[in-house]
């Protein structure tokens, strides 16, 4: 009798009836040499302390290694997410629209996750749960109804990776009759989100157009010279919070120059700085001129 | 100076109606709450299975998944389970069936049943390699779905223990809902639960050569694989076990399962002669045990273990004599711990 591994393992055919060169057991080696039988090659553990015991799905990119266990993600074995729902998760991994960096996108029935360098986000933006409110403005220009919804976008560098579907229409259209369109839009809890966009009405119309595009959670900034300036509980300040030659508009959180002040955009030097603001106009690409009202 | 901070939450605008961009687009839903996620196909599109719904994203926008854009397949009874992308077409499958996703957009997709034998018993029981068709697991067994043909491939080797039957020390397949498929470097991988909780047992089979051989891992206890991936940027496989570990398996630089020696066993089939009894004196081993950490060589007469012998050193070949005895049926086995080559054995 001679016997040379040269086949296969075969447990469904009588013992003595399979090829001379097959097998009825065999564990743990591997065959891809003719002829021969090795053992397998090892394996390791590449972490010294279990994560969640329940590994739903493993995915690897770019070196990192994700884990979806138990109620928890884990990037290289360390959380990044947890409170979540257990349950079988699957993943993919693909760039997001006009970006070319990967991402996984993942889901378990009940949570929808993005994960891009290493932090948990999610999956899609929801569209803006507050319809905006809409006033007649401090400038000119529109005449008739008009209407607004907005939505949150999140860009990359200057290009449009996601948009949320638009929020409902205000309650109640503007009727304006050669005055601006003052909006108030409620901002992003989600972190993801960069910028949110207004979309309005043609005059008197129904369909909805970009109007303007406005970085999202801008938070501006006032300055004031003495620290008694910043209450607000002395009559005598002239405005708001701080002095501050300005008249608060609490409708749309902004705060409105006098009409008998002279503005920026009609002064013949560029001295832009003896007045804090963003160090960026956040309006794009149209809007009131953010040297108009100036918040 | 000091200074104080206020949101900015609403602007004031003025623009004429013609310096309006585009319309706003209302297709930009979340992606539904489904169960299993593939893609992308081709062109970009994505698709999550949801109940007996197949959703699609639109092209290249992952994040944009119209409420529309989903084909019913099937019945709500019999829900989708998993999806491959084979020959650039989509395919989905339910416990029972294989569907066809034909077409190339919104509008356009339709599911086709195919005349498959069955579907997929897990979210990773199917995989498409080009060339050969979509390894897929039945309650019975894996099947080769081709396209024109739904072959079962456990049949002529592995038939008996997706009945349940362990056979020669190979334990049965106790659930398929557990089980999974995965390819890596020319090989099928198949785990099962044979008596853990988990895939405790994997099936390898070298895609070239269709020869098989059966891996257990064990690091003082037995490993059950729950997850598994391809780790492309380092070129291995990552495995998620039961008890909380990410291991590499499959990796050429250990030689033992996280500091546990690796036990092997291979036996030979039982050779018989039509018309005599085995009579056997001698056995000679070629088999290279010179790292292992045991190995032991014995030959069995009609199913028992008539001798054995420790095998050390490198293919040392000289004759090791068995005791008195006869059988119908002649085999030997080899079994022990750590790298071992096994070449060969002769008997008379």
């Known amino acids: ?21 097959d097998f009825t057991r065999c564990k743990n080696l591997r065959l891809d040499q003719r002829g021969q039988a090795k053992t397998r090659d090892g394996s390791a553990k590449l972490n010294s302390s279990a994560i969640n015991t329940a590994i739903w799905w493993l995915e690897e990119m770019a070196g990192s290694r994700f884990a979806f266990a138990g109620d928890s993600i884990y990037d290289d074995e360390t959380s990044i997410a947890s409170g ?59 005449t008739g109804q008009f209407n607004v919804k907005y939505t949150y976008v999140r860009k990359v560098g200057g290009s ?32 993801q989100v960069t910028h949110v966009r207004l979309y309005r009405t ?3 119309g129904v369909i909805y157009y970009l109007d303007s595009e406005v970085a999202a959670n801008v938070t501006l900034t006032n300055g004031y010279v003495f620290a008694w300036e910043d209450a607000d509980t002395d009559p005598d300040y002239i405005a708001g919070t701080g002095y501050k030659f300005t008249i608060t508009d609490a409708t749309n959180g902004s705060e409105n120059t006098h009409s008998w002040e002279e503005l920026f955009a009609d002064r013949e030097d560029t001295d832009e700085g003896t007045t804090s603001g963003p160090s960026g106009s956040p309006f794009t690409p149209g809007g009131l001129d953010p040297l108009e009202v100036y918040p | 100076m000091s200074t104080s901070t206020a949101p900015l939450d609403g602007f004031d605008t003025s623009i004429s109606d013609g310096a309006l961009g585009t319309e706003v687009s209302i297709t930009n839903n979340r992606p539904p709450l489904g169960s299993f996620v593939f893609g992308p196909a081709y062109d970009g599109t994505c698709f999550i299975i949801k109940d007996n719904l197949l959703y699609f994203c639109k092209p290249k926008q992952p994040e944009a998944w119209p409420a529309l854009n989903f ?16 020959n650039g077409q989509p395919h989905y499958f339910t416990k029972n069936n294989i569907w066809f996703i034909q077409g190339t957009g919104a509008g356009l997709f339709n599911p086709i049943p195919m005349s498959s034998k069955t579907g997929a018993q897990s979210v990773r029981g199917a995989v498409a390699i080009t060339g050969r068709g979509i390894f897929h697991t039945g309650p019975d ?21 997706f009945r349940g039957e362990t056979v020669e020390g190979l334990p049965g397949v106790t659930d398929m809902t557990t089980s999974w498929l995965w390819t ?23 895609l070239e050569t269709g020869r098989i051989t059966h891996y257990t891992y064990n690091d003082g206890s037995a490993i059950e694989i729950r997850a598994i991936t391809t780790d492309k940027t380092n070129d291995r496989i990552l495995v998620g076990d039961a008890t909380g570990f990410v291991r590499v398996i499959e990796d050429n630089t250990y030689t033992d399962d996280s500091g546990t020696a690796i036990t092997f066993e291979l036996q030979s089939k039982d050779f018989t002669l039509q018309t005599r009894k085995h009579f056997p004196r001698w ?8 790292s292992s950490t045991t190995c032991t060589g014995a030959l069995l007469l009609d199913g028992a273990i008539h001798h054995s012998h420790t095998i050390s050193g490198s293919r040392t070949t000289r004759r090791r004599l068995v005791g008195t005895g006869n059988g119908n049926r002649e085999a030997v086995r080899i079994s022990g711990t750590g790298p071992a080559t096994i070449y060969a054995v002769e008997s008379e």
């Open chain 1, 84 to 142: 979540l729902t257990e349950a079988q998760w699957a993943a993919i991994q693909y760039n997001a629209y006009n970006d070319t960096t990967d991402n996984i996108f993942a889901l378990n029935g009940t949570d929808r996750k993005r994960i891009e360098g290493g932090v948990v986000y999610e999956w899609g933006l929801a569209a803006p749960g507050t319809a905006p409110t809409l006033t007649d403005g401090g400038g000119s220009g529109l």
């Open chain 2, 141 to 161: 067994g894996i099947y080769l779905y081709s396209g024109s043909s739904d072959v079962r491939i456990t049949e002529p080797t592995l038939e008996p223990i």
């Open chain 1, 1 to 21: 009798m001679k016997f040379n591994p040269t086949g296969t393992l075969n447990v469904a055919v009588d013992s003595s009836d399979i090829q001379d060169g």
């Open chain 2, 184 to 206: 890596f470097k020319n090989h099928l991988y198949f785990g099962y639960r044979g008596t853990g909780t988990y895939a405790d047992n994997i099936l390898v089979m070298n």
């Open chain 2, 283 to 290: 056995l000679k081993y070629d088999v290279d045990a010179s």
């Open chain 1, 160 to 191: 449009i990776v996601a948009e949320s579907n638009p929020s409902d229409a205000a309650d109640t259209a503007a009727a304006l009759d050669n005055q601006s369109l003052a909006v108030s839009f409620t901002q992003p809890s989600d972190s």
């Open chain 2, 71 to 86: 084909i019913e397949v099937g019945v709500p009874q019999f829900p989708g389970i998993t999806g491959v992308f084979f």
């Open chain 1, 202 to 204: 043609l005059a008197n």
